[in-house]
């Protein structure tokens, strides 16, 4: 019997026409990917049903955004900022646990080290905290988000990136 190869995923830069699926994506990953830390009213305050596209638009400007594809189908996708911020991880459900976050935390990573960075930061969800530690990070401080009546636990956590 033969194992299963580890899946690899081609890396690349968000395009303009990514926004949609990238979007969807995102709703598909808080809806189904969350459920063991978030209720339904938590998730719908993340990520409500009715995307504001022109309010993603304008936040994936201003980042750094990677895209992992596997065939022509987005699997995942990470936000950075060049200084030192992970803004965005997420992965599509039927991607989950095939290593495509860490496939694009690894490209993040090594993109941030060569711009010089030094500390990374990222506000991680508690479905990502597992993730992150992984990674290396520890955890700095419990925080929440207020969405309108609804509260949102989150863990600010950090990474020293030690020279190599
Ligand atoms: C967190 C998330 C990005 C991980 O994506 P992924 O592509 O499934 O992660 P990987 O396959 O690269 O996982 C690598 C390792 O991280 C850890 N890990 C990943 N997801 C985990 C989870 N849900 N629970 C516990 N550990 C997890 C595991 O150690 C895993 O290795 P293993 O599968 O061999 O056990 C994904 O679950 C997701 O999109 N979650 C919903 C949205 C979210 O919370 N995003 C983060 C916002 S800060």
């Known amino acids: 019997m033969t194992s299963p190869l580890p899946a690899t995923f081609n890396l690349r830069a968000y395009q303009p026409e990514d926004l949609p699926a990238v979007v969807a994506l995102f709703q598909a990953s808080v809806s189904q990917l969350t459920t063991e830390h978030y209720d339904a009213a938590q998730r719908q305050a993340w990520s409500p049903e009715v995307a504001d ?28 900022s060049l200084d030192g911020h992970i803004d965005l991880l997420f992965t599509a459900p039927g991607f989950a646990r095939q290593g495509v976050a860490s496939a694009l935390y690894a490209a993040a990573e090594q993109r ?17 905290q597992a993730f992150f530690a992984g990674q290396g990070f520890s955890v700095q401080q419990a925080q929440t988000v207020t969405r309108g009546a609804v509260i949102l636990p989150r863990m600010l956590m950090g990474k020293i990136l030690e020279p190599r």
């Open 112 to 128: 941030l080290r060569a711009a010089g960075v030094r500390e990374l930061h990222t506000e991680a969800s508690l479905v990502a």
């Open 53 to 80: 596209l022109q309010a993603w638009q304008t936040r994936f400007a201003s980042i750094e955004l990677l895209i992992a594809e596997d065939g022509c189908a987005i699997a995942g996708f990470i936000g950075y």
